[in-house]
C-alpha cells in the first residue's frame, strides 16, 4: 500500500482556506523551530523540516495551491498514490493516471502524452535570516549553512556504478510512463500510467552508484554566501538563482529564497524609506531654542531647535533615512521634539518659576493639601 502523505495544511498547523500570509508566517515559525542547524541529530525534526518546506513550496504557489485544494497530493504530484482517482478499489482500475491525461481524454485530447522524464527544474528552498536595523538599512554580507539535493559527484548523477551505464528502458522508450485503454462508463478512455518495468525512471539500473544508491542525487550541506541589499525590509525576500535543488533530467536548478526578518531599534522607528524618532528637550530649550545632537543612522548630528518650540512638533532631516531599495537617493529622518516637564522642584526653583509666570502676565493659584484644609477649619 502507498505511504499516506500528511494534509500540508495539517503540516502547517492551517486550514483549508489561509490567507498566503498566514501560510507564511506559519512556514516561518516551524521552519525556525525545526531547522537542522538548530536541532543538529535530531532526524525527527529534519523529517519535519522537509515536510515544512514541501507543504510551503505548494501552499505558497497560487497554481499549485488552486490544484492542492481540488485533488489533494494527486494534484500535485503525478506519482502520488497507486489508485490515482480509483483508489486501488475499482472506477478506473487502480492505475495511477496522470491528471493532464485524464482531462485529455475528457476533452477531446486523448492522443497527446508528456514525457515524465522530461528536464524539470529543480524545487526552490526557503529558509530565513535575522539582520540588524542597521544592516537593513546599509546592506550586508551574511553566510548561511542549508541543505540541498546536488548532483552525486561520484556517478555524476547517472545512478550507476562507476564503468557501467543505465540502461533504456524497453518498455516505455524512456519516457517513464505508458498509454493504455480502458473501457469506462464514460467508453473507452485513453490514459497515461506509470511503467512497471522501470517504476517511471526511464532507465535500469543494474549496478547502482554505491554512493546515492541509483538516484543519481544526494543531500548536501554548504555555506553560502547572501548579500542582502541595501533598504530591505522586514518580511521581504531575497532570491539567489540557481542555488536551490538540482533539476531533473538535466533541468536547471532551483532557487533560495531567503526571507529577512529585521530586529526592532532600541530608538529608531521606520515608516518606508522614513526614520522616525524622538528626542527629549527641556522647558529652557523649548523656550529660547537650542543646538541638540540627534541621533540617526550615519551617527550623531547637530540641529538647532528654534525659540519657542511646542511639544510634539516634528523636524525633517532630509536624506538621512534609509536608502531605497536597488535605487540611488535615500528616505528622510523624521524628529519629535518631547518636552520634559521637571518633577520634584526646589523651592528657589519653584520661586524663579513663579517670577517668570508673574513677568509673563500668568497667575498661578497656589494648591492647598487636605491637613492645610483641615488647619484652617480650626
Same mark, same amino acid.
Given at each position: 500500500m502507498a505511504e499516506q502523505k500528511r494534509d500540508y495544511y495539517e503540516i502547517l498547523?492551517?486550514? /483549508?482556506? &489561509?490567507?498566503?500570509?498566514?501560510?507564511?508566517?506559519?512556514?516561518?515559525?516551524?521552519?525556525?523551530?525545526?531547522?537542522p542547524d538548530l536541532n543538529p541529530d535530531d532526524k525527527a525534526a529534519e523529517t519535519r523540516f522537509k515536510e515544512i518546506n514541501e507543504a510551503y513550496e505548494v501552499l505558497s504557489d497560487a497554481d499549485k495551491k488552486a490544484k492542492y485544494d481540488q485533488f489533494g497530493h494527486a494534484g500535485v504530484d503525478p506519482n502520488f498514490g497507486a489508485g490515482g482517482f480509483g483508489g486501488g478499489g475499482g472506477g478506473f482500475g487502480g492505475?495511477?493516471?496522470?491528471?493532464?491525461?485524464?482531462?485529455?481524454?475528457?476533452?477531446?485530447g486523448g492522443s497527446s502524452s508528456r514525457? /515524465?522524464? &522530461?528536464?524539470?527544474?529543480?524545487?526552490?528552498?526557503?529558509?530565513?535570516?535575522?539582520?540588524?536595523?542597521e544592516e537593513a538599512c546599509f546592506g550586508c554580507e551574511k553566510e548561511i549553512g542549508i541543505f540541498t539535493i546536488v548532483e552525486?559527484?561520484?556517478c555524476g548523477g547517472s545512478g550507476a556504478a562507476e564503468g557501467t551505464t543505465a540502461e533504456v528502458c524497453s518498455e516505455c522508450g524512456g519516457t517513464g510512463s505508458v498509454k493504455v485503454q480502458q473501457r469506462t462508463a464514460f467508453g473507452v478512455m485513453s490514459s497515461t500510467t506509470t511503467c512497471k518495468k522501470c517504476g517511471g525512471a526511464g532507465k535500469i539500473i543494474h549496478q547502482p552508484c554505491t554512493k546515492c544508491k541509483g538516484k543519481g542525487k544526494v543531500r548536501k550541506q554548504q555555506k553560502v554566501t547572501i548579500k542582502i541589499p541595501a533598504g530591505i525590509d522586514d518580511e521581504q525576500t531575497v532570491s539567489l538563482r540557481g542555488r536551490g535543488n538540482a533539476g531533473l533530467n538535466g533541468g536547471p536548478s532551483g532557487d533560495l529564497l531567503v526571507t529577512v526578518s529585521v530586529k526592532r531599534h532600541p530608538s529608531f522607528e521606520r515608516d518606508g524609506y522614513s526614520i522616525l524618532t524622538r528626542i527629549n528637550i527641556s522647558i529652557a530649550q523649548a523656550i529660547l531654542g537650542a543646538e541638540v545632537e540627534v541621533p540617526t543612522l550615519d551617527g550623531k548630528v547637530k540641529y538647532n531647535i528654534p525659540e519657542g518650540t511646542q511639544s510634539g512638533t516634528t523636524f525633517r532631516l532630509k536624506g538621512k533615512g534609509v536608502p531605497y531599495l536597488n535605487s540611488s537617493g535615500r528616505g528622510d529622518h523624521f524628529v519629535t521634539a518631547v518636552v520634559q516637564i521637571p518633577k520634584n522642584l526646589t523651592k528657589e526653583q519653584k520661586e524663579a518659576l513663579e517670577k517668570f509666570s508673574e513677568a509673563m502676565g500668568e497667575e498661578i493659584s497656589?494648591?492647598?493639601?487636605?491637613?492645610?484644609?483641615?488647619?484652617?477649619?480650626?
Open positions: 498547523g492551517l486550514t /483549508r482556506g &489561509a490567507s498566503d500570509a498566514d501560510i507564511k508566517k506559519a512556514f516561518r515559525k516551524l521552519a525556525k523551530e525545526n531547522h492505475m495511477d493516471f496522470d491528471l493532464g491525461d485524464i482531462f485529455d481524454s475528457f476533452f477531446g514525457n /515524465r522524464n &522530461a528536464p524539470r527544474k529543480g524545487d526552490n528552498i526557503h529558509t530565513n535570516i535575522t539582520i540588524t536595523f552525486c559527484d561520484k497656589e494648591s492647598k493639601g487636605f491637613f492645610d484644609k483641615r488647619k484652617k477649619k480650626h
